[in-house]
Structure formats: C-alpha cells, structure tokens
C-alpha cells in the first residue's frame, strides 16, 4: 500500500478529445479523384479555381470541396464563386465545415458572392449550418435546345434544385442600390 490518498483520477480513462478534421488545399485530380471513387453518381467538372479537402487526424481525406466560376452566365459577374462539387463520407458536419472554409477562401480572394444549386430532395442542413440562405427553386433543365443535338447526360436529372448563395455585406449593399435606381438611369439613358 502506499501513503497516498486514493483520488477518483487515478481511475478516471482519459478523456482527451479526438483529433478535429482539418481543411487542406488540394489539387483538381485530387479532388476528381475523390468525387469519383466516392460519388459514381456525380461527374468531375470541367475545371475549378480552387479545392478544399477535409482530413481526419490520420490524414485521409474524407470530404472535398471544389469552387469555380458560375455555370450561369449572368451569375459570372467576377465577384460570384460557385460550389461545383461538395462530396463528403466522414463525419455529420463535414459539409458545413468544408462550405464555410470555402467561403473564408473565397472572401480573401476578392468574391462578393457564392451560390450553389442542391437537390430538393437532398437535406440542407450542412448549408444552413453554414449560412447559406436560400434564394429560388429552379425547375428541371429541359436539356439541349435544337433537335440536332443530342442530349447529354446530366448529374442533376430531371429534378427540382434549389439555388443557395451567401454574400458579403458590399454585395448587399450594392444591390439594394442598384434596386433603388431607376433602370434608365442605371442603363445611362435620360430617365425624363
């Protein structure tokens, strides 16, 4: 026996904390590799500005973000950024961690704005999570528009998707401005 008292740490097990995921900088094949052996269902972009990889404290990679340039046209102002790719298998908050690491990113790199379209039948949680707002539901895409052309395949399928975006406080501002103006004068024409 020994002389000291008996404390309830000597039997406690340790309580450390496993390690937190962490959000990395990866490659575009990285990144297509990934979403392919993951996500059969998705297929890769056809290029990005930048992605996010999320590893756990072993330093596998179990999630992935891929950002690039608007697919809409009018979205492609220079200021908007989109979510073309978000592909996780690891735990419940990877997708809002991984959004909101890219929307940090994309705040530094000079965007005003970042939209991604989901699903409706997907759940939105990780996107709430991270402060996305929900802007329109966009009906199914027809496919191609002339008899000639073949439709191509798309990931989405014929389904309902809901546009998502975040914004900084300058891209509010400025379109509540530009909401105000008229649109002759907006357009630089006399608004008599």
Request: proline letters at 7%; a positive charge; aromatic letters at 6%.
């Amino acid at each position: 026996m020994t002389d000291q008292p008996e404390t309830a740490a000597h039997y406690r097990p340790s309580r450390r904390r496993p390690a937190r995921p962490r959000v990395r900088p990866i490659s575009y094949r990285q990144a297509c590799a990934y979403i392919s052996a993951h996500h059969q269902q998705v297929e890769r972009p056809q290029g990005h500005t930048f992605s996010l990889g999320l590893t756990n404290h072993a330093g596998n990679l179990i999630g992935v973000a891929m950002v690039g340039r608007p697919d809409a046209r009018h979205h492609d102002d220079g200021l908007t950024a989109e979510v073309t790719r978000l592909a996780t298998g690891g735990p419940r908050n990877a997708c809002s961690v991984l959004l909101a690491a890219a929307w940090r990113v994309a705040r530094r790199m000079g965007y005003q704005r970042m939209i991604t379209y989901t699903s409706t039948d997907r759940p939105a949680a990780g996107l709430r999570a991270a402060g996305w707002k929900v802007v329109t539901e966009t009906p199914p895409a027809r496919g191609r528009n002339r008899l000639s052309r073949h439709p191509a395949p798309r990931s989405t399928g014929d389904t309902t998707r809901t546009h998502w975006q975040v914004t900084t406080e300058d891209w509010r501002t400025r379109t509540e401005a530009a909401g105000r103006v008229p649109r002759r004068a907006r357009d630089g024409q006399d608004s008599r």
